[in-house]
């Protein structure tokens, strides 16, 4: 029975320590990341999206072929936002 109680405490530790090490991992300073805070109005993820949210109501309002190359174009931008913001952040 000691050595079942052993083992189990063994591998709770380790279970502790692995649980330990992803987390110092995940934490990354803003020095690290780069990422800065800024204005609402200089996000490209911000703009994206109400490039969506446009092409939406133009689609409900009756303007369907616009509202697609409006909604092309906020796709893109909330994309070129999200690929700038991945290039920033270091988990690694």
């Given amino acids: ?15 502790i320590d692995i649980i330990n090490n992803i ?22 993820t911000m703009w994206g999206a109400v490039l969506v949210v446009s092409g939406a109501v133009l ?11 409006i909604m092309g174009l906020g796709a893109s931008m909330g994309l070129v936002g999200l690929r700038d913001a991945k290039g920033k952040l270091k988990f690694f």
């Avoid at 110092?24 to 800024?38: G, H, I, T």
């Avoid at 689609?59 to 190359?69: E, T």
């Fill in 59 to 69: 689609s409900a309002v009756g303007y369907p072929d616009l509202s697609k190359i």
């Fill in 1 to 15: 029975m000691d050595d079942r109680n052993d083992l189990w405490e063994k591998n709770n530790m380790r279970n």
């Fill in 23 to 44: 987390d110092d991992m995940l934490m990354v300073s803003k020095e690290e990341s780069k990422m800065a805070d800024k204005q609402w109005y200089l996000s490209k």
